[in-house]
């Protein structure tokens, strides 16, 4: 083999959980054990990390990722970096859901390869090509633009177990919520997750959980969240909760990390389905975790638009869960969903009394506008303003401490989205 390339990785915003886990990878496999990984925070550190690897000879590859909300402010990091640095020696390789679901956009922005799918075993896979002397842009799950600036790509990643990676990269300290889910079953038509990561669960195993909870408490760091698509549905193969699987995953956490750690499950970066939310889920919650809140995805009080996004309950479901909540000592903080396509304004009048009842029974709302993601059924679609009313009682509930969420950049973030769609003239198809 030729001398090992090194990896930085630009370790900011969206991204930072999901390069702990490709970085992570590397440690995982005899091949890429050894390598060289530095962090960035931003671009000057990532000026000086490369400068100093190239300085030494070494080849550096860049890792990002990015969500489509953050896509822009990527791209004009990539051009501060290329400025500074130019193209010798280095290569820069971007992954995510956006790079996933738009690898053409992405690689046009400048970024010399895309990582398609899941990112682990391809970030393996492409280090150990380059270690050897090879080309890895032949590699599944690797896309690049040929001389004539055309998209090749070989389809998307192998998928593994959750279980064959690291959930975090402990070598490096970079502790992150553990992804303890992937897929999901749900398929809501807003959602990149599904179309990215298939609709089916994987879950990882309570044992491999347990490990890595271990692996915390000997660094003494214990504070534990979890990633996963719908919270009670750990365990589960189908729209069917698996209780016993969630009381079995939080106790092998709690006992690891012991009584004075904080455990939250349900809660952010993850949520539970309202249909899910019962008496028992609820006490299995108060005796393992340190919530004192579970946020529910609602999306709407339209019955309409709960049908047409493929969501799965109704709203009596988020009624009745908000209900048992306030019954289990835990504030409810609803996930709502605003400006829909085709959303109406008695959509809108719809979701607004189901807010001010919630809130009435002692429920937040986090409150969130629709963006058209890439890669989702509603990519191409145009988002609906936010009406008079839905603004209005957005404002008192604010003013109140009773809605919180960042929805008003949401609407920023869509309309950007909406301008690049147009200016490539795709109609919102992904490449």
Not at 59 to 83: E, M
Not at 327 to 348: C, H, I, K, S
């Amino acid at each position: 083999m030729t001398r090992r390339p090194a990896l930085v990785v630009f370790h900011t915003r969206t991204g930072v959980a999901a390069l702990n886990v490709v970085s992570a990878a590397l440690d995982a496999d005899p091949r890429t054990a050894d390598t060289d990984v530095r962090f960035a925070r931003d671009p000057d550190e990532l000026i000086t990390a490369v400068r100093a690897l190239r300085d030494d000879g070494v080849f550096v590859v860049v890792a990002w990722s990015f969500y489509s909300t953050d896509f822009s402010l990527a791209a004009r990091d990539l051009a501060t970096v290329d400025a500074a640095l130019g193209r010798d020696g280095v290569l820069h390789f971007a992954g995510g859901v956006h790079a996933t679901a738009e690898p053409f956009e992405t690689l046009r922005a400048g970024f010399d390869l895309v990582c398609v799918g899941e990112g682990e075993a391809t970030v393996v896979e492409v280090f150990v090509r380059l270690a050897e002397g090879r080309d890895p842009r032949e590699l599944p799950g690797v896309a690049h633009l040929d001389d004539a600036g055309a998209l090749v790509t070989h389809g998307p990643g192998p998928r593994h177990p959750l279980d064959a990676f690291p959930g975090f990269n402990a070598r490096h300290v970079r502790w992150n919520p553990l992804e303890v889910t992937r897929g999901c079953v749900y398929a809501c038509t807003f959602c990149q997750t599904p179309y990215v990561f298939k609709a089916r669960f994987r879950h990882r195993s309570v044992e491999n959980v347990r490990a890595h909870a271990r692996a915390m408490a000997l660094a003494d760091a214990r504070y534990m969240r979890f990633v996963t698509p719908t919270a009670l549905s750990y365990g589960s193969d189908d729209e069917t909760p698996n209780l016993d699987a969630v009381e079995a995953l939080l106790a092998a956490v709690r006992e690891e990390l012991g009584r004075d750690a904080k455990v939250y499950f349900g809660t952010f970066p993850s949520e539970c389905r309202p249909e899910h939310v019962t008496p028992r889920a609820l006490a299995i919650l108060k005796r393992w975790c340190d919530n004192d809140s579970v946020i529910i995805g609602a999306q709407s009080g339209s019955e309409r638009l709960l049908t047409a996004t493929r969501r799965g309950h109704s709203v009596d479901d988020v009624i009745r869960a908000v209900e048992h909540c306030a019954a289990a000592g835990l504030r409810a903080d609803v996930d709502l969903l605003y400006g829909l396509p085709g959303e109406t304004d008695d959509d809108q009048r719809a979701t607004v009394a189901l807010a001010e009842r919630l809130v009435a029974m002692g429920a937040r709302i986090h409150s969130h506008a629709f963006m058209p993601l890439p890669g989702t059924p509603l990519r191409g679609a145009e988002p609906v303003p936010v009406g008079p009313e839905l603004d209005a009682m957005l404002r008192r509930m604010e003013a109140a401490g009773r809605s919180y969420g960042p929805w008003r950049h949401h609407v920023l973030r869509a309309d950007e989205l909406v301008k690049r769609r147009r200016a490539r003239g795709d109609g919102g198809r992904a490449r």
